[in-house]
């Protein structure tokens, strides 16, 4: 008798199961004509500015426009999409690439620990779009833009999210080229997202990736992809200048170093130990701290007694666990020196005073006096209520305005393997909010950097460091044959 | 001088630890118990090497004792209402992570409101208590499905963190201790100092356990729990509506879920990912201690924070895999756990 | 309510099982009996369904059909709880008692449940061991005393009926005894019915006025006790019995009075 | 007639899976053969390890990310560390599969229900955080990227096409050998396991060697799914084997349905459906998929397919003849008396 009652709910759960499976099937039939024409037009000239490259995949979203030629494939077309009632995003995207459009794919952590960052970046990106004719769609991270137009040509926004993990990321971004259509990426947030999705983009010479805040050296630094465009510094130039500061002007001679066990602060610490170790330093403990600790009172009582400073990387929930628990197990007796994004302004609201007076380098400050810094800031403010410029949004937006720049510049053209716009994507060379960017040989920027303190919640300018270039002004080729940067590596 | 004192009478200590351990392997090594001569040897060599290490940092030590036991409180107020449902219930509550988070959300959305902590506190442990209620209700129909029991409370945790997501957003967040709570107090023979709230949390652990005590061996329903725990259909077959307890330890553990949701937001911070880390800790205290048994959680609390903490300190990096390599070690010795009855955990 | 007379005219547990089993295993098959305030026996051999037809009756086992009603009332789908205050009493298999309760716990849990017609010391009265145990936990009770403990937690309640479930199992044949002469003291005063499930012949011969035999689901045969004495034939057949097994233990014919 | 019966049996899901091996790659789009056809094979494979052990041995083990992610690391520590023929290290890390269930069985062998499936949660756990930390071998946080499947002549496994074949070849192989498995002798000492420890060591088996056994044999099913997740992903770091996986898994399991191995592939068709499709329809896609998991264990004791079944075996007297076995159960389900 227990098993009777649910079947009206069985039933409905029946149909639910079904529908998608239905879904599924459309989803296929969709797919079955990108595979049945694209090898019967990719001999042909492209016929429209967005047509799919011969040499790649052919990516679904191409489909309706390849079917112009023939009348067959577009009444087929027009027949199915409907159908693919699971997929909206790409019966619109079909509809407006006959007219002609450029579709632009986002992507950021908006699930997992970084959620908030995720936020951030989405931030920068509509503004960007909206800089360009585009409206919000609604106040949620996953709504989208639309309505901006480059070129005469609409631009679609596809927002995915990824959880920090690269396996995630690549599904998440692999959805907006292959099923949505994107012919530009924006992203990713995390230093192993984004090497995974470099190998990934790598395959699609036609799609180009503009890095959002993947901080990892070797997206530009070795073995670079022709497609993928970094326009912010990487985790080592971030962290440009702290080590001679922390030496000459702070007069440390030995300091310690807590830091999160993975790449990103190793490229940090490395970066600070470089500089530092160089200048006749000494370090006298390397912490690693296992991602995902929260309770750091073991890892502070081994900072020894008799270093001139502490200098740790982290990053959000980290960033604030760690200052509050050194702030209540050493009353601050030893002075910290923070890691770029440690004391980001993303998280110095929750940092509180704890954070006043600490020293960092980094891409952002609050008082440089750009007019286009105080644009930004104010136009955040206005489209975002409560939101200040922090490296996140200020990346991504950075990252996407270029991408748009470069489109204007060549009239929306991404035929040929989006050749043209990836020539021009290169050639981007404008003051942006954190000062002026041009990019490097590897399609690096090289950009200015801000030795800053925390004053009032806010970071405020010691010295601007301008043009960091990805080897910190060091040789280049001494500086790529130390190796990547490691929990031992420098060895000083 | 003191810290050769302390060093001298920790070493003391050990040793007649070790002495009495190893007539005791001793003993059942002769008594051909090979599988307890094994345990005693292997707890022999732990304390061994813990005191060894800790009077390697001596000045630490006191610290890292500290920081052990804070660990095992929170880890004891998760635990404790997590092995109570599952003695009396048998569910193995997986949103028990998620309570937590959400407890912790409500009381920070309280405190940023009132600015007081005791009313935040207060009302994230009644919230807590109220999605208990809500979970018992979700499982009722499933009764004694212990398989599907589990995989719903999964489903609610994947909610709840989604949830708490959207509400509370990404932004790591912490609440502030009550006035009189905050600030640190110096410890003895060493640079370092030690925050009060944290103190605070493990008195507060000590008292969850008293009053749990008091209540399991003090009063009928206590009797009843403890019966049920025993055997529920007995009790139903006694004609108490067993229906009726089982809620009220829905409400008790998510109670206290909540309670460790505000000190562990107090102390450290609420964050995405938080439920997923807390219930893992929650799990292995409670697996390790034995399912059912309160002085099984407790003990098990002390001696992971403790383990924890020393792993944190002398081996910073593989610290994780020394924890979860005790917790695999225990559970292949003693598959019940330190204080566990093979109890029908069947699913 | 006058208490109904001893008897089969007005049955206190009227039983009609239409199956009931486990997933797609059926383990009862058309079980129909009535029982009235009397002592009655299921016998039959290992896994016939005579330990599901208890749990079906106590609302332990939930997957079953047909009707099973206590003095008129339908009891089948009712939740344990209800059964057992609407008045049966259950003394399962194994024992069951709690383990980390001490024998007085086992009573004082109860609370308003309690009859007020048994007073703790009655309780030691009829046990003594119990009483002289009262601090213990249940888990350190020998085998006996946990008996004595299950049984003593069922009839505190009062009930109408009382259901045990192998009583005798696994218990030194002086311990038996001592068993079946409490429960016959229980039933003396005529208030209480008793359906016992037994594989030891002897207690079920003593304990008894009425034996049913169980075989594969089904109840088989239904005869008065004394009947069921003599018939060898169906203990060999049904229970594997065979007449040494019966005459390994030396009659005590002046205790083996039928219960009636 | 036993015989006939069991073929046919057997011999309709083979064909069907052999027409969909042929249908699926003409028919599919190059996304979806990948990121729903090959994700959902591969997923399925690594579920079915667990849907094995779960519904035939009873076992519910949270550690398959472990036997998994061994085989993953050990196919991309040997080709990416130690440069092995791609090949042979296929070969070592299928194998180091059930070697690794073996370890993770002798680990678990004395455990059982509850207990064994925390324990398996730590050797998880345990797997997740060695990845992580110990760098010599696993290189960290960043793991292996930049795996390229092997080429033989014209046949490139980084294209879709051939690793569809190969996955798909593997997903129907695994299927049939765990179907095998289970219909065997061994497979009777597992399905005692799961409905009786006690009377199965009274029969003569030692529960605890049949435990050790069955991990060894879903070992296999996981190796060779963490392999082809490698081929896959062409990378792997621990977040491919992280605690949202070990979730992830037996969430697939469940959605599916462990009753049989088969659900497996369903329950992972659904989850990759739902997340890559439901973004289309919501901004909270968790939630969705809380919920929806939530509803089909809620209403089902055997996931999708127990809901299948259930149709089938309430459909219309046609197939009620057919399936006499069903009726006990649907007679049993009759409800309240009659009187």
């Known amino acids: 008798m227990r098993q009777r009652k649910p079947t009206g709910v069985w039933r409905l759960l029946g149909v639910l199961v079904t529908l998608l499976l239905i879904a599924a099937a459309c989803g296929g039939d969709e797919g079955e004509d990108a595979t049945t024409q694209a090898p019967a037009t990719a001999p042909e000239p492209a016929p429209a500015p967005d047509a799919p490259e011969p040499p790649a995949p052919p990516a679904t979203e191409s489909a309706p426009a390849d079917a112009e030629p023939t009348g067959e494939g577009a009444s087929d077309d027009a027949g199915d999409d409907p159908a693919a009632s699971d997929d909206v995003t790409a019966t619109d995207d079909g509809a407006a690439d006959a007219t002609g459009s450029i579709t632009i794919g986002a992507i950021s952590t908006l699930d997992g620990p970084f959620a908030a960052l995720g936020d951030f970046s989405m931030h920068g990106v509509k503004l960007a779009l909206l800089e360009y004719g585009g409206e919000l769609d609604g106040t949620d991270t996953r709504d989208g833009v639309s309505g901006a137009t480059v070129a005469g040509l609409d631009i679609e926004l596809v927002i995915e999210g990824s959880d920090a993990t690269p396996d995630v990321a690549v599904e998440a971004t692999r959805r907006m080229v292959e099923q949505d259509g994107a012919d530009i990426i924006i992203g990713p947030l995390s230093g192993d997202e984004g090497l995974a999705l470099k190998d990934y983009i790598r395959d699609f010479p036609e799609v180009t990736l503009v890095n959002g805040t993947s901080a990892s050296q070797d997206l530009t630094l070795r073995d670079p992809a022709p497609n993928v465009f970094r326009f912010g510094g990487d985790g080592a130039m971030w962290t440009f200048g702290v080590g001679t500061y922390a030496y000459e002007e702070l007069g440390y001679r030995t300091i310690a170093t807590v830091a999160e066990d993975y790449s990103y602060p190793y490229d940090q610490v490395g970066a600070v130990l470089t500089e530092f170790c160089a200048l006749g330093g000494t370090v006298a403990e390397r912490i690693w701290v296992p991602l995902g600790t929260q309770d750091y009172s073991s890892f502070v009582a081994q900072i020894p007694n008799d270093v001139d400073a502490v200098f740790f990387a982290m990053g959000g929930t980290d960033a604030i666990n760690f200052v509050k628990q050194y702030d209540e197990f050493t009353g601050q007796a030893i002075p910290l020196v923070a890691g770029p994004t440690a004391v980001d302004q993303s998280v110095l609201s929750e940092l509180g005073d704890r954070a006043e007076g600490l020293i960092s380098s980094g891409p952002v400050v609050d008082d440089s006096g750009l007019a286009e810094f105080d644009a930004f800031a104010a136009r955040l403010d206005e489209v975002f209520p409560g939101q200040t410029p922090n490296i996140f949004n200020v990346y991504y937006y950075i990252a996407t305005k270029s991408a748009l720049q470069a489109l204007e510049e060549v009239g929306g053209d991404l035929s040929d393997a989006s050749a043209a716009f990836q020539a021009a994507l290169a050639e981007q060379s404008w003051q942006t909010p954190i000062g002026p960017v041009v990019l490097d040989d590897n399609r690096q920027a090289v950009v200015d950097m801000y030795l800053r303190r925390v004053d009032g919640g806010i970071q405020k300018t010691i010295e601007t460091l301008p043009k960091v270039n990805a080897t910190l002004g060091f040789d280049r080729d001494e500086y790529i044959a130390q190796g990547s940067f490691s929990r031992d590596n420098p060895s000083c | 001088m003191a810290p050769d004192r302390r060093t001298e009478a920790a070493a003391g200590g050990a040793q007649v630890a070790l002495r009495h351990l190893a007539g005791r392997a001793a003993a059942a090594a002769v008594g051909r118990n090979q599988r307890r001569a094994a345990q005693l040897a292997i707890s022999g060599l732990l304390i061994y090497y813990v005191t060894a290490k800790s009077i390697q940092i001596s000045d630490r030590s006191l610290l890292v004792l500290l920081n052990g036991l804070t660990a095992a409180a929170l880890y004891f107020l998760m635990a404790s209402g997590f092995t109570l449902l599952f003695g009396l219930v048998r569910v193995t509550n997986l949103a028990h992570g998620g309570v937590y988070l959400l407890g912790g959300y409500v009381a920070l959305s309280v405190q940023r409101a009132t600015g007081n902590w005791l009313a935040a506190a207060g009302l994230g442990f009644l919230f807590s208590g109220g999605i208990g209620i809500l979970l018992y209700v979700l499982l009722r129909r499933l009764r004694g499905e212990g398989l599907r029991e589990t995989m719903v409370t999964l489903g609610a945790a994947i909610v709840m963190a989604d949830q708490a997501l959207a509400h509370w957003g990404g932004v790591p967040s912490d609440l502030d201790p009550p006035a009189f709570l905050q600030g640190s107090l110096p410890l003895p023979a060493s640079p370092l100092l030690y925050p009060k709230f944290r103190i605070a949390v493990i008195g507060l652990a000590i008292l969850a356990g008293l009053a749990l005590w008091l209540l399991l061996y003090r009063t009928r329903l206590g009797m009843v729990i403890r019966a049920g725990v025993d055997d529920r259909d007995m009790v139903s077959m006694a004609g108490i509506r067993v229906e009726l307890v089982f809620c009220a330890v829905f409400v008790l553990a998510g109670g206290l879920a909540g309670m460790a949701g505000v000190a562990g937001g107090t102390y450290l911070s609420l964050a995405q990912g938080e439920d997923n880390r807390v219930l893992l800790a929650s799990l292995i205290v409670v697996i390790a201690g034995g399912l059912g048994s309160l002085r099984g959680a407790g003990a098990a609390a002390v001696l992971v924070g403790l383990v924890e903490a020393f792993a944190q300190t002398h081996h910073a990096i593989l610290s994780v895999l020394i924890t979860f390599g005790t917790l695999i070690a225990v559970l292949a010795l003693r598959p019940h756990g330190l204080f566990g009855r093979p109890v029908d955990a069947r699913l | 309510m006058a208490e109904p007379p001893i008897g089969r005219s007005s049955p206190l547990l009227d039983v009609e099982i239409a199956t009931a089993g486990y997933g797609t295993a059926t383990v009862l098959d058309s079980v129909s009996f009535s029982a009235g305030v009397e002592s009655l026996g299921i016998v039959g051999r290992n896994g016939m369904g005579k330990s599901t037809l208890c749990k079906v009756i106590c609302g332990l086992h939930r997957n079953a059909s047909g009707s099973v009603r206590l003095q008129g009332k339908e009891i089948l789908g009712r939740r344990p709880a209800q059964i057992g205050r609407s008045g049966i009493g259950y003394v399962p298999q194994g024992r069951r008692i709690f383990a980390s309760l001490t024998v007085t716990e086992h009573f004082q849990m109860l609370g308003p449940h309690r009859s007020k017609d048994w007073p703790i010391d009655r309780v030691f009265d009829l046990f003594p061991r119990l009483g002289d145990r009262r601090s213990h936990l249940g888990r350190h009770l020998s085998g006996g005393e946990q008996q004595m403990l299950a049984i003593a937690r069922a009839v505190v309640r009062g009930p109408r009926l009382l259901i045990m479930d192998e009583p005798s199992e696994g218990l030194a044949p002086v311990v038996v005894d001592t068993l079946v002469d409490a429960c016959l003291s229980l039933a003396a005063d005529g208030h209480m019915g008793i359906l016992v499930v037994e594989q030891n012949l002897h207690a079920a011969l003593r304990l008894t006025g009425r034996i049913l035999v169980m075989v594969r689901g089904a109840i088989v045969e239904d005869m008065p006790t004394e009947e069921f004495r003599n018939r060898t034939d169906l203990q060999e057949l049904h229970l594997g019995v065979s007449r040494s097994d019966v005459l390994e233990r030396p009659r005590q014919d002046s205790n083996l009075r039928p219960w009636t | ?339």
């Open chain 4, 1 to 339: 007639m036993r015989a006939s019966e069991r073929w046919r049996r057997v011999a309709w899901p083979l064909a069907a899976a052999c027409i969909g091996i042929v249908v699926v790659p003409i028919t599919a789009s190059d996304f979806v053969l990948l990121q729903i056809v090959i994700k959902s094979l591969w997923l399925g494979i690594a579920g079915a390890s667990l849907a094995f052990l779960i519904g035939q041995a009873g076992l519910i083990s949270l550690g398959q990310t472990a036997i998994f992610g061994t085989a993953g690391y050990m196919m991309a520590i040997l080709t990416l560390s130690y440069g092995l023929n791609i090949w042979l290290a296929a070969a070592c890390a299928v194998a180091s599969g059930p070697v690794a269930g073996l370890l993770v069985g002798l680990l678990s062998s004395r455990s059982s229900g509850l207990y064994l499936m925390m324990l398996t949660l730590a050797v998880g756990v345990f797997a997740f955080f060695f990845g992580q930390q110990y760098q010599p071998i696993t290189r960290g946080h960043t793991g292996f990227n930049g795996f390229e499947s092997p080429v033989i002549g014209d046949v490139d496994f980084n294209e879709r096409r051939p690793l569809f074949y190969v996955t798909a070849v593997a997903a129907v192989l695994i299927v049939v050998a765990l179907r095998y498995v289970a219909g065997s002798p061994a497979g009777l000492a597992f399905r005692g396991l799961r409905d009786n420890r006690e009377r199965l060591a009274a029969l003569g088996y030692n529960p605890a060697a049949v435990t050790v056994a069955a991990f060894a044999v879903s070992g296999v099913a996981a190796g060779i799914g963490g392999v082809l997740s490698v081929w896959y992903n062409g990378a792997i770091s621990p977040g491919s084997i992280d605690i949202t996986r070990i979730i992830e898994l037996l969430v697939v399991v469940t959605i599916g349905g462990a009753i049989r191995i088969e659900g497996a592939f369903l329950g992972a068709l659904a989850v990759t459906l739902l997340r890559n499709f439901a973004s289309d329809f919501t901004n909270r896609v968790e939630t969705l998929v809380g919920a929806a998991f939530i509803i089909v264990v809620l209403f089902s004791r055997h996931g999708i397919l127990g809901l299948w079944l259930e149709a089938r075996s309430r459909a219309p007297q046609v197939f009620e003849s057919l399936r006499g076995q069903l009726r006990p159960r649907s007679r049993a389900a009759a409800g309240p008396p009659a009187r």
